[in-house]
């Protein structure tokens, strides 16, 4: 299994709408790609709750979580019709788009547990 984490700085007026568009438009077509098996997206904290427990406050206000079930198959999406047609709608909400992509050597699914 592999995740790319993909980092968005996004206007706070344009928050929601970046919201909506993962919902609306990326995912549906995240999951007609062969290998896909999940994604999370995950908002920032406000720096004043960042600083009461001592956290960073990164230039980024949004990071997306791709998982996949190998790089090839993330590549495939990369480079397949949805991605072309869903990404343009990311890109107008972001400011700035960094991403790293990691091979997952563990999960705790704790969660998955109950």
């Known amino acids: ?3 790319l984490q993909i980092f968005f700085a996004v206007d706070d007026g344009d928050g929601a709408a970046f919201e909506r568009m993962y919902h609306d438009v990326y995912v549906p077509a ?3 790609q062969q290998g896909y098996l999940g994604s ?3 908002r920032r904290y406000p720096a004043h709750v960042l600083e009461e ?6 230039p980024y206000t949004y990071q997306l979580e791709l998982d996949f079930d190998s790089e090839e198959n993330r590549r495939l999406w990369a480079q397949s019709r949805d991605h072309a047609d869903a990404w343009p709608d990311v ?3 972001a400011t700035s788009v960094q991403s790293c992509g990691y091979d997952v050597a563990a999960i705790d699914a704790a969660h998955d547990a109950a």
């Open 1 to 3: 299994m592999i995740r």
């Open 30 to 32: 995240l999951r007609r």
């Open 40 to 42: 999370s997206l995950l």
């Open 91 to 93: 890109l107008a909400l």
């Open 53 to 58: 427990f001592g956290g960073t406050v990164v």
